[in-house]
Every structure is written in structure tokens, then in C-alpha cells.
T-cell receptor
Framework: GAVVSQHPSWVICKSGTSVKIECRSL??????MFWYRQFPKQSLMLMAT?????????EQGVEKDKFLINHASLTLSTLTVTSAHPEDSSFYIC????????????FGEGSRLTVL | QKEVEQNSGPLSVPEGAIASLNCTYS??????FFWYRQYSGKSPELIMS????GDKEDGRFTAQLNKASQYVSLLIRDSQPSDSATYLC????????FGSGTKLNVKP
């Protein structure tokens, strides 16, 4: 299957700081990437759809000014958690779709964020 | 209203048995259907995709789709302890929507 790489795998930061997470599609071009968040023992929650060359589309209830998404190229999307607080601590996972609108979704390894 | 529903489990089966995982979805316009496996603390990995009614087999895994009943299932034959994980059903209608997952325990 297609390969999606995410970095960093885990990060610990102080409250009030910003954290950037990178998501790369290594062997295919992804015009669209998706960012999910997952709390312990809960399912994946879609945060936003990242569109190459245009603004991201955020799901209801997700603050676009807090979770900044940039999709500058066909292989890279970044999620920046600004002014992080302890309640932002979670597992953030990016994904990219291979093969068009009905194609398969492949996930990065995930980034575990802990805000102290 | 949830778009994709799964029984949260846990589903416990003995090693070597068949595990049957089920999923229902609400949108008849859904075009593609997927099963993902997620180990604790890891991100989901794709197991099977299915696009048309009927069965699709890949090794020990068989996905079944019934669009009229809006039902997708995953059968795991000869279950192994390493199959113990949470299985997520995903449905694609413009976006991917995930069920809450079914936790499977395969007992040695």
C-alpha cells in the first residue's frame, strides 16, 4: 500500500507553546489529506480536510485559528497546534487518499502530543 | 446521528476460530468501504477495501458488502492472538467516516 509518513511521533510541550506536525505522502501525490484526532479508547474524529494550494476545510467545532493547516505541496501537509493547552493532548493522525475520490485511505504513524 | 455503526465489543474468540465483525452505515450514496485494524497506541492500517456487493477474499480475511441492507462485514478465519486489536469500519461518501470500532480478543 501507499506510504504516509508523519513526524514527530511524539512531542511534549509546555502550555502556551505551538507545535507543528508534518505529514508526507512518500510514494504518491495527495491533493487531499485528512487530519484526525483520537482520544484514548475513542474513535477517530475528523478535524479537517487539507487541500493542496487552498484553504483547509474544518469540521464543525474545530477551531481553525487554533489548528492551522497548510498544504503547500502535493506531498506535504502540516498541522500546527497553536497556544497548546493540556486539553489538546491527544493522538493526532494524518491520512492521504490514494487513487482518486473512491480510493483507499492510508494513515501516517500518528503523533502523540502531551501538553504540560 | 452516527453515519457508521459498529458493536464496540469486546468480541472474544478462541484461537483458530472465525471472528465475525459487523458494520452498518446510513448513507445509500456511499461508494467504497474499508476495514482497518488498529493496535493500541498505533495508527490504523488498511486490511480490506470493497466496492461492490458480494464477498472479497484476501488470505484469512473476507469482506462482505450488502448495499441493499447497508451492511458490511469482515470475517477473519483461523484467528490468531496477533489479530487481537480494534477493527474500524470506514465508509466513503465524499469524506471518510469511521465507526467507533470493535475490539477483538483472540484467546490462545
Amino acid at each position: 500500500g501507499a506510504v504516509v509518513s508523519q513526524h514527530p511521533s511524539w512531542v511534549i510541550c509546555k502550555s502556551g507553546t505551538s507545535v507543528k506536525i508534518e505529514c508526507r505522502s512518500l510514494d504518491f501525490q495527495a491533493t487531499t489529506m485528512f487530519w484526525y484526532r483520537q482520544f484514548p479508547k475513542q474513535s477517530l474524529m475528523l478535524m479537517a480536510t487539507s487541500n493542496e494550494g487552498s484553504k483547509a476545510t474544518y469540521e464543525q467545532g474545530v477551531e481553525k485559528d487554533k489548528f492551522l493547516i497548510n498544504h503547500a505541496s502535493l506531498t506535504l501537509s502540516t498541522l500546527t497546534v497553536t497556544s497548546a493547552h493540556p486539553e489538546d493532548s491527544s493522538f493526532y493522525i494524518c491520512s492521504a487518499r490514494s487513487g482518486g475520490a473512491t480510493g483507499e485511505l492510508f494513515f501516517g504513524e500518528g503523533s502523540r502530543l502531551t501538553v504540560l | 446521528q452516527k453515519e457508521v455503526e459498529q458493536n464496540s465489543g469486546p468480541l472474544s474468540v478462541p484461537e483458530g476460530a472465525i471472528a465475525s465483525l459487523n458494520c452498518t452505515y446510513s448513507d445509500r450514496g456511499s461508494q467504497s468501504f474499508f476495514w482497518y485494524r488498529q493496535y493500541s497506541g498505533k495508527s490504523p492500517e488498511l486490511i480490506m477495501s470493497i466496492y461492490s456487493n458480494g464477498d472479497k477474499e484476501d488470505g484469512r480475511f473476507t469482506a462482505q458488502l450488502n448495499k441493499a441492507s447497508q451492511y458490511v462485514s469482515l470475517l477473519i478465519r483461523d484467528s490468531q492472538p496477533s489479530d487481537s486489536a480494534t477493527y474500524l469500519c470506514a465508509v466513503n461518501f465524499n469524506k471518510f467516516y469511521f465507526g467507533s470500532g470493535t475490539k477483538l480478543n483472540v484467546k490462545p
